[in-house]
């Protein structure tokens, strides 16, 4: 078989070598649509801009995570409200390195554009290959807890997953293009 241009097939024949014309060339026309009602579209726009205001809240939330990470990472506490140099007793146990980069790895996703995780592109093996190494460097480093990796990367598949429920929802409440 050969394609001659899109939209026609022909078949070789190997016998007498004649081109035999199987599908002729498709309409451009659409098929109309029916009208939708005023109520869907309403609902379809109140929806859309719900998922506006979720997509923000969740940005700000990857925001005020990889701030509070910052703020571990540095004080080396997980009392932020607390001045450094109080004697506040620190939780048994914790790692500065550990416990700051679970925050990087769910706020680092929510931050980040939904399609840049989500589909294929030049910048997911990039965002990959970042959360890698904030799940599998404080192991190397000493991290506290010995499966500390295993809370990093559900971290991330967490957020990811919330951004994959709101990408389906945003494609779902879209406007038709007219």
Known sequence: MEVQRPGTLRVTSFLNAVLWPTVCRMSDAQVPQPPREPEIEFLGKLAHGALVVARIVLALAGIAAICY?????YYGSAWPLVAPDSEVPTPAG?????SSIVWFTVGLPL???ADCWLTKNRYRPWLLGISAVLWFAPSLIGDATQYGYILRMFATLIAVMSL???RTLWRLTEQPAT
């Open 111 to 113: 931050v980040v554009p």
């Open 69 to 73: 990470g910052c703020w571990q990472a």
């Open 164 to 166: 994959l429920v709101w």
């Open 94 to 98: 914790s790692s500065p390195a550990g």
